[in-house]
C-alpha cells in the first residue's frame, strides 16, 4: 500500500517516544538499516543504544574521555563509528557494543583529521565510510577508510 506524503499527511504526525536518557543536547541520531536498533551520541560523552520495535532503553555507553558525537552503525548490530571531540584528539574509533548493560571495546582507531570532525557517512554496500573535518585547507576535508575484517 503506499501513502502520498502531503501537508496533511505530515500534520497528523504524533511522537512516538521521547529519549530522555541523555543529560545535554543529542548530536548525532543513526537507525540501523536492517535492525530494530537505533544509536545515538550527546554532548554528555555518552552513546545511548534503542530498541525501536519494542520502544526500549537498552544501554548507555560512555565516553567520558573521548566525548561522543557523528554516530552510525556499520552493517553489524553490534558496531558504530564515531568521532571523538575532546580536546585535539579528533579521532574516529569503531566501537563494538559487547553486551547490553553498557559493555563495549574499541577496535580500531582511525586518526588523521587535525580539526573536529563535523560528519562520518557509511557506505550502505560494504565497509567504507567517509569522514569530513572542519578545516581550513578545502582542499583536504574528507577520508575514505575501510574497516578492519570482522574481529
Not at 512516538?16 to 537505533?38: C, E, M, T
Amino acid at each position: 500500500m503506499q501513502m502520498a506524503l502531503n501537508d496533511d499527511v505530515i500534520r497528523s504526525f504524533k511522537c512516538g517516544r521521547i529519549l530522555k536518557d541523555h543529560h545535554a543536547q543529542i548530536n548525532s541520531i543513526d537507525f540501523h538499516r536492517v535492525h530494530d536498533l537505533l544509536i545515538t551520541a550527546s554532548a554528555d560523552d555518552t552513546l545511548q543504544l534503542y530498541d525501536t520495535a519494542d520502544a526500549k532503553h537498552l544501554c548507555s555507553i560512555p565516553s567520558y574521555k573521548y566525548g561522543a558525537q557523528n554516530v552510525v552503525w556499520t552493517h553489524a548490530p553490534d558496531r558504530v563509528v564515531f568521532a571523538s571531540n575532546k580536546n585535539e584528539d579528533h579521532a574516529l574509533r569503531y566501537l563494538q557494543i559487547v553486551d547490553q548493560g553498557g559493555g563495549a571495546k574499541f577496535l580500531e582507531y582511525f586518526r588523521g583529521h587535525t580539526a573536529r570532525v563535523t560528519k562520518v557517512a557509511f557506505n550502505p554496500k560494504n565497509d567504507t565510510f567517509m569522514s569530513a573535518a572542519q578545516v581550513t585547507d578545502y582542499g583536504r576535508f574528507c577520508g575514505v577508510c575501510a574497516l578492519p575484517c570482522a574481529v
